[in-house]
């Protein structure tokens, strides 16, 4: 059920511990970790501690959640130190995209020159 934990996720087992990550910051509605497969110098993802499958998904089910996810998203790029030379905010979502783990998360990237980064 959505905004229910599910046992299957990935993104669930790291909000619980149950699977380790490199955690840059935390509050109490996400979690912001570093990508195991960085595209670029700064790769961070920010995830709702609540689950929900993708970002449309989290922002009509629970709007304030989604809200912080794009707040935090702004104060990972500034803790990376790539907020002043740019950055971007990537939700992929669905398989088409290239969304491989259904839940909800934006991708923090900077650190390069980004204009023809795909992720």
Same mark, same amino acid.
């Given at each position: 059920m959505a905004g229910e934990p599910q046992a299957d996720c990935l993104f669930c087992k790291i909000v619980t511990g149950e699977i380790p990550a490199t955690i840059v910051r935390e509050t109490d509605t996400t979690l912001a970790f570093r990508d195991i497969n960085p595209q670029a110098p700064?790769?961070?993802?920010? $995830? %709702?501690?609540?689950?929900?499958?993708?970002? %449309?998904?989290? =922002?009509?089910?629970? %709007? =304030?959640? +989604? +809200?912080?996810?794009?707040?935090? =998203?702004?104060?990972?790029?500034?803790?990376?130190?790539? +907020?002043?030379?740019?950055?971007? $905010?990537?939700?992929?979502?669905? %398989?088409?995209a290239g969304q491989t783990v259904f839940h909800a998360h934006a991708h923090v990237l900077g650190g390069r020159d980004l204009q023809r980064l795909v992720v």
């Open positions: 700064t790769h961070v993802l920010v $995830i %709702p501690r609540v689950h929900y499958a993708d970002g %449309p998904a989290l =922002a009509a089910g629970d %709007p =304030a959640a +989604a +809200a912080d996810v794009l707040r935090e =998203a702004g104060e990972v790029a500034v803790q990376e130190k790539v +907020a002043e030379t740019g950055y971007r $905010i990537i939700f992929n979502t669905g %398989p088409g």
